[in-house]
């Protein structure tokens, strides 16, 4: 019988738990997955359609990835050097992250849109009503 190779596929509270920790400070899931203890892509996205639990553990750490990969955008620019090439690389480092806390941010608005039903009220604009006295009310459609 050939020897099974392949990555950790066995889901575990432990190893999802590892997981949602390294993504919470601010590690990339293809960094992670990248790790041969760890499984692929594929399978923590299937977990988290299996599993509700570990579905809003990530979900959590996604938003904790949010704000370290937002802090991390400060230190690169506080630590660049004046210097033409630092500054280059210092601009690319910041607009891969940029884009990728962007791309949280509308991951978690379209979570929250899902969890509320289709126009969830944290998105909906907020309807003023004003009383006049003496005119009479207006019928809304």
């Given at each position: 019988?050939?020897k099974?190779?392949?990555?950790?596929?066995?889901?575990?509270?432990q190893?999802?738990s590892?997981?949602?920790c390294?993504?919470?400070?601010?590690?990339?899931?293809?960094?992670?997955?990248?790790?041969?203890?760890?499984?692929?892509r594929?399978?923590?996205?299937?977990?988290?359609?299996?599993?509700?639990?570990?579905?809003?553990?990530?979900?959590?750490?996604r938003?904790a990835?949010a704000?370290?990969?937002?802090?991390?955008?400060v230190?690169?620019?506080?630590?660049?050097?004046?210097?033409?090439?630092q500054?280059?690389k210092?601009?690319?480092?910041?607009?891969?992250?940029?884009?990728?806390?962007?791309?949280?941010a509308?991951?978690?608005?379209?979570?929250?849109?899902?969890?509320?039903?289709?126009?969830?009220?944290?998105w909906?604009?907020?309807?003023?009503?004003?009383?006049?006295?003496g005119?009479?009310?207006?019928?809304t459609?």
């Amino acid at each position: 019988m050939p020897k099974q190779s392949g990555r950790k596929s066995r889901f575990s509270r432990q190893l999802a738990s590892n997981i949602c920790c390294r993504i919470a400070t601010g590690e990339t899931l293809s960094s992670i997955c990248s790790d041969a203890a760890m499984p692929c892509r594929s399978t923590v996205y299937r977990w988290q359609k299996l599993d509700e639990k570990f579905k809003i553990q990530f979900s959590d750490a996604r938003k904790a990835q949010a704000e370290a990969i937002a802090d991390s955008i400060v230190d690169i620019a506080d630590e660049v050097e004046l210097g033409r090439d630092q500054l280059a690389k210092a601009k690319l480092r910041i607009d891969a992250r940029k884009w990728l806390v962007g791309r949280l941010a509308a991951e978690r608005s379209i979570e929250e849109r899902d969890e509320n039903g289709p126009l969830a009220a944290k998105w909906a604009s907020p309807r003023l009503s004003v009383e006049i006295s003496g005119l009479p009310e207006s019928k809304t459609k």
